[in-house]
């Protein structure tokens, strides 16, 4: 069974950085194209940043500049680094594959405020 476990998240200062983590188990993320999704109350979930492959990594306009994904394959790992955080940023983030979902983790839970 195919379980993601999502963390990292806090509440942090606009202008602040986070880095968050999201391990897989029951499946190896070395053979997939991954995702970092983020639903905002109210809102729909979003594609944040994907990583197709190893060497290519797409961003969302919103985030861009200032979020970067990467992943360590050996620890089955990818992260999420975001730098200077906004209020809007403030959402649910969620890992998934690409293009087909797993079962959705729990997500962690990013608050921007002052």
């Known amino acids: 069974q195919v379980q993601l476990v999502e963390s990292g998240g806090g509440l942090v200062q606009p202008g602040g950085s986070l880095r968050l983590s999201c391990a897989a188990f029951?499946?190896?993320?070395?053979?997939?194209?991954i995702a970092w999704y983020r639903q905002a109350p109210g809102k729909r979930r979003e594609l944040v940043a994907g990583?197709?492959?190893?060497?290519?990594?797409n961003y969302a306009d919103s985030v861009k500049g200032r979020f970067t994904m990467s992943r360590d394959n050996a620890k089955n790992t990818v992260y999420l680094q975001m730098n200077s955080l906004k209020s809007e940023d403030t959402a649910v983030y969620y890992c998934?594959?690409?293009?087909?979902?797993?079962?959705w983790g729990q997500g962690t839970q990013v608050t921007v405020s002052s």
């Open positions: 998934n594959t690409l293009p087909n979902l797993q079962p």
């Open positions: 029951g499946l190896f993320f070395k053979t997939y194209a």
């Open positions: 990583m197709p492959s190893t060497t290519h990594t």
